[in-house]
Nanobody, 122 residues
């Protein structure tokens, strides 16, 4: 019904930058909030940044000032600009969206992407 596809991950040196994208497709009526999470090996999935349909944003303290979340609602896409990357940012990054489907405009469900690997290493 709804697919979220992340892209933009890869290998980057410490201090470098990456821009992740996550495009939602399918039988979408509307999207409320969108967010980025990450999960490092042996650790719990961590919420990094979230953005509402109105553009309000929130960030985890670990990435505030380095990462920027944005969205293009015309494309059902959310972005994560990551600057000043550190080795501890190495993880699989996931996007999440709160979606109402065609035919059920008042009922929202969360959907996840498949994840994209980000590795920060020299």
């Amino acid at each position: 019904q709804v697919q979220l596809v992340e892209s933009g991950g890869g290998l980057v040196q410490p201090g470098g930058s990456l821009r992740l994208s996550c495009a939602a497709s399918g039988s979408i009526f509307s999207i409320n909030g969108m967010a980025w999470y990450r999960q490092a090996p042996g650790k719990q999935r961590e919420l990094l940044a979230a953005i509402t349909s109105g553009g309000s944003t929130n960030y985890a303290s670990s990435v505030k000032g380095r990462f920027t979340i944005s969205r293009d609602s015309t494309k059902n896409t959310v972005y994560l600009q990551m600057n000043s990357l550190k080795p501890e940012d190495t993880a699989v990054y996931y996007c999440n969206a709160d979606v109402a489907l065609d035919g059920a405009p008042d009922y929202f469900s969360f959907y996840w992407g498949q994840g994209t690997q980000v590795t920060v290493s020299s």
